[in-house]
């Protein structure tokens, strides 16, 4: 009696073989549990399909497009091992990318710098969203977007925080837009070498503020982020500001060519 008594009060204690073998985290780590197709199935079940998953990615760098990717899966044959784009490693991204590529059907959109200036970024992201649901193969009867902003599309849309993280047509489309937008910098780097956007990929880091600094702006920076303009500035103080809608025209078309 007294043994059952101390087994049942003392919580280092392993009560069976299954407990002991069971794996532990190290401390301090927090499990998470990868995207999954519940939300897609579930539409499946009442008869609405295609489904598309969309995101996007560039909307914190200093220079490049944002890029936007919409993809509707095959349920038959769904790449394994698919998460968020941020929670995969390079080499991950770019075997998973192959895999939707074959299995999925998928579409990409780009806000150039131009149009970010110009209208924003959160409503250069959204406009770019809703050009990649567009250009999808099949249009679809529901679309999922990572975020908190739904898409003016021709369906229902559902937006979904933290999406990437929980819905699996998110994060096939998280991965599509990462390393399409990934490589896209790095042919950008060799148009523009210098700035290391094949390492940062536009990213404000230190590596690329000193070389802003050093060199001043190139076509392919967003002109009004706070680091650009202090740039311009300094290169060019009684510069005219260009024509937006004629520097958008030029670098979709180098975007495309890339690409």
């Known amino acids: ?32 549990a990868p995207p999954s197709f519940r939300r897609e199935r579930a539409l499946i079940k009442r008869g609405v399909w295609p489904v598309a998953g969309c995101d996007e990615a560039g909307r914190g760098p200093l220079a490049g497009p944002v890029v936007a990717a919409a993809v509707i899966l095959d349920p038959k044959r769904i790449p394994r091992g698919m998460d968020d784009s941020k929670r995969l490693t390079a080499e991950r991204r770019e075997e998973l990318f192959e895999e939707i590529c074959a299995t999925a059907s998928f579409a990409v959109a780009f806000a150039s710098p131009a149009r970010i200036d110009r209208d924003n970024i959160l409503r250069a992201s959204l406009w770019a969203l809703m050009r990649a649901v567009q250009a999808l193969p099949e249009a679809p009867r529901h679309v999922f977007v990572d975020g908190r902003d ?66 001043g702006p190139s076509v392919h920076h967003r002109r009004f982020f706070a680091p650009v303009v202090a740039a311009r500035e300094k290169h060019h103080p009684s510069a005219v500001e260009p024509d937006l809608l004629t520097m958008e025209a030029q670098t979709s078309a180098e975007v495309a060519a890339a690409i």
């Open 1 to 32: 009696m007294r043994r059952r008594a101390r087994l049942r009060n003392d919580p280092g204690m392993i009560r069976d073989k299954s407990e002991k073998d069971k794996p532990r985290l190290p401390k301090g780590v927090i499990a998470v």
């Open 150 to 215: 739904k898409l003016n599309v021709a369906c229902d849309c559902d937006a979904v925080i933290g999406g990437d993280g929980l819905v699996l047509s998110i994060a096939a489309a998280s991965i599509i837009a990462k390393v399409t937008r990934d490589r896209l910098m790095c042919a950008l780097a060799q148009d523009c070498p210098g700035y290391g956007f094949e390492q940062h990929k536009g990213y404000g880091v230190p590596e690329h503020l000193k070389a802003l600094s050093r060199l």
